[in-house]
């Protein structure tokens, strides 16, 4: 599990798709949007001037403050017997404003963005099958084996980092329960690292290879041996990076197969 957890953070930290590596794309996913739907998400522009071909260039403006130096003096006492001094100075620190251009785009004269620069203030357009930076779910679920049939709650989690647009790394743990209404209850434990997909803006993919322990039903005869697990997801809430989502996963090895089916709720 550690080993999992130590790859898991190591992948997505050397290729997280972040803002920064996806400014690029998010800049060009609003070209052809409509301007009222950018300053939505900004809000107004600060600046705006007519160009010779009839289109409108936008100046977003933000304020910032540096400190240059902070408040400081000294406090010096002299005692006698006879006699006490006191030397005393305090000066304020110097502070200095200053702007700075938050976002940029040119505008037709119908409205459509022809241009635009401002990945770090507006993010990619919403609805846009796109996410970038750390991702993370937890699953609640029923389990069931092939030879276990009666569900009893399960659980899964996943963690990683975007590499694209619609494509991460990740790791993943599953504790898997089931119960054979005569032999007992049967357990899986599989840790998985792969890849998640989105097809589409609500549609997940996952795949990963595994490693899995098992008890058949009575909890005996535990097994270790290679696998891996899949899923699909789709998402039924998504409100910018929170999605509550309904999620099959399936687990299978060289000495089992079993499944969970549930929600999800996750950051992606």
Not at 87 to 103: N, W
Not at 150 to 178: E, K
Not at 188 to 203: K, S, T
Request: hydrophobic share 45%; aromatic share 10%; glycine share 14%.
């Amino acid at each position: 599990m550690r080993a999992l957890v130590v790859l898991t953070l190591a992948a997505g930290a050397t290729g997280c798709y972040s803002a920064r590596s996806a400014a690029g794309d998010i800049n060009a996913a609003w070209r052809g949007h409509a301007r009222i739907e950018l300053e939505g998400v900004i809000g107004p522009a600060t600046q705006q001037g007519q160009q010779p071909d009839g289109t409108t260039a936008l100046r977003w403006v933000a304020h910032g403050v540096n400190v240059k130096e902070l408040p400081g003096g000294h406090l010096d006492l002299k005692i006698s017997p006879t006699s006490f001094s006191i030397d005393a100075e305090a000066h304020p620190g110097v502070v200095e404003k200053y702007e700075y251009t938050r976002a940029l785009a040119v505008v037709a004269p119908g409205g459509q963005i022809l241009q635009f620069d401002g990945a770090f203030a507006a993010g990619f357009p919403d609805g846009m099958n796109a996410r970038t930076g750390f991702i993370f779910g937890l699953t609640g679920a029923v389990g069931l084996f092939k030879d276990a049939t009666t569900p009893i709650p399960s659980t899964g989690l996943y963690m990683g980092g975007m590499i694209g647009p619609q494509l991460a790394l990740i790791g993943n743990y599953h504790f898997v329960n089931a119960k054979d209404k005569e032999a007992g209850f049967a357990m899986a434990h599989a840790w998985g690292f792969g890849v998640q997909y989105w097809p589409a803006e609500r549609l997940a993919v996952m795949l990963t290879a595994a490693a899995v322990i098992d008890l058949e039903p009575g909890l005996e005869d535990a097994a270790f041996g290679p696998g891996g697990t899949g899923g699909l997801s789709y998402a039924l809430v998504r409100s910018g990076s929170f999605v509550l989502d309904a999620r099959a996963e399936f687990i299978v090895s060289t000495s089992t197969a079993c499944g969970m089916f549930g929600v999800g709720v996750n950051v992606n």
